[in-house]
């Protein structure tokens, strides 16, 4: 099968395309897929770029998220089988490739109905912005400001939706003035280019002086000084990424707000059967009957993953970004 090899950690450059690889073989408890679409995320580009928190095993096929076919069923996997179409987290790697394998409990069955463009922009970014609000911001109380750096991206977009959804005020903040448009077209109130405004005083007007109650942060060390001029006195700050680098809180500038600082981590969630169970059940039909968009940026072949890199970490792209593997796959099966 074909697939995106990384030998080594490095820039976009690395990226190879294998011609025959071996088919993954399912363990007892994994599904294998067939793959029509893969989700391209930040995640990939830190991954193969040996950035990410926990480093992978090179060589390695990337991709965490696919939508697809069930090929094949492990022994102990009893509720999905071959013909199915479906959604999967395939954990760190794996997932840019012709097949791919994925534990059975993260992977998702689909209604037939359901487009696979649309299924593979659905699970990584989704479940991690409903957890980033639900479980880390515990964003509980409709009314309280929420400040949504890279409002424009994957993640930045569904959660300036659900947290419009739940009742909050949205501010986002992005990098150029169409980012803001597609921000604001998705859930936020106010939008603030940071290349042209100085945001956390904007914060303050916006808010009346109040600042925000809550800020999901996937920046991490470009945003850290302002977040703490940005944040209301008993605000909450959810760091889950960080695209600029490391960002190190000191506590007495927090405890000069009684400001808190929190983390969220899909692998965490995906873990806890009760949360995962919940956010999908709170998203997924909201997907399919289209008032949670997913608005897709671009979808790039195989050949061109390089392109699709350099695109996500250049800060060019808005919206979800997709690998098409192969896009023919459901007709074929429907005919
Ligand atoms: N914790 C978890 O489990 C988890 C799960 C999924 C994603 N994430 C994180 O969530 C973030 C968003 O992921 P995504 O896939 O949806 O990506 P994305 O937001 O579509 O793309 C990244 C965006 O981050 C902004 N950015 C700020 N500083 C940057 C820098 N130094 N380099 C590159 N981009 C920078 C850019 O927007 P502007 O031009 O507006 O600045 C850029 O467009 C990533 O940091 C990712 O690692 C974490």
Known sequence: MRAVMVNEPGGPEVMRIAA?????????????????????????????????????????????????????????VNHLSPGQPVCALTGSSGGYAEYAVAEADAVIPLPHAMPLKLAAAYPLQVLTAWGVLNVSAKAHHPGEWVLVHAAAGGVGTILCQLARDAGNLVIATAGTDEKCAHAKKHGAQWAINYKTEAWPQRVREITGGHGVDIICDSVGKETQTGNMRAIANFGRVVIFGYASGEPKYDMNVLWGRSAGITTYGLYHHVLHETITKRSIRETLPRVIN???????????PLEQVAQAHEALEGRQTIGK???????????ERRQ
């Open 290 to 300: 289209g008032e949670l968009k997913l608005p897709v940026g671009g979808i790039y």
């Open 20 to 76: 025959d690889l071996p088919l993954p073989e399912p363990k007892p408890n994994e599904v294998r897929i067939r793959v029509a679409y893969a989700g391209l995320n930040f995640f990939d580009v830190l991954q193969r770029s040996g950035r990410y928190l926990r480093k992978p095993k090179y060589p390695t096929v990337l991709g965490g998220e696919i939508s697809g076919i069930v090929d094949q069923a492990g022994d102990s």
């Open 321 to 331: 970004l997709l690998l098409e593997i192969d896009g023919n796959l459901r007709s």
